[in-house]
């Protein structure tokens, strides 16, 4: 247990942004799961909104350091390839 008050407070702080830090996380995931799922059921018009919505939200997790860019950029890279090898 944290014995100064500033130890303390550097406890309540980190609390904080893992709640961030997990909320966004989250919402990252949930987000790529939809350009997924509209890539296995088939469906390009979906797949290429879902993906619109999805390249910036990972983009900006990577920016705020929930994600490394290079990864981030392995994703967007990865799943923009699949949606474009879709057949209409």
Same mark, same amino acid.
């Given at each position: 247990? *944290?014995? @100064?008050?500033?130890? =303390?407070?550097?406890?309540? $702080?980190?609390?904080?942004? &893992?709640?961030?830090?997990?909320? !966004?996380?989250?919402?990252?995931?949930?987000?790529?799961?939809?350009?997924?799922? *509209?890539? @296995?059921?088939?469906? =390009?018009?979906?797949?290429? $909104?879902?993906?619109a919505? &999805?390249?910036?939200?990972?983009? !900006?997790?990577?920016?705020?350091?929930?994600?490394?860019?290079?990864?981030?950029s392995?994703?967007?890279?990865?799943?923009?390839?699949?949606?474009? $090898?879709?057949?209409?």
């Amino acid at each position: 247990m *944290a014995n @100064t008050s500033s130890a =303390k407070k550097a406890t309540r $702080a980190s609390a904080r942004r &893992a709640e961030v830090n997990q909320a !966004r996380t989250s919402r990252i995931r949930s987000i790529v799961r939809k350009v997924e799922e *509209a890539i @296995t059921g088939g469906k =390009k018009q979906d797949a290429e $909104a879902a993906l619109a919505v &999805a390249t910036p939200e990972v983009m !900006r997790g990577a920016q705020k350091g929930i994600m490394h860019k290079n990864a981030a950029s392995r994703k967007v890279s990865r799943l923009t390839l699949r949606v474009r $090898a879709m057949k209409v």
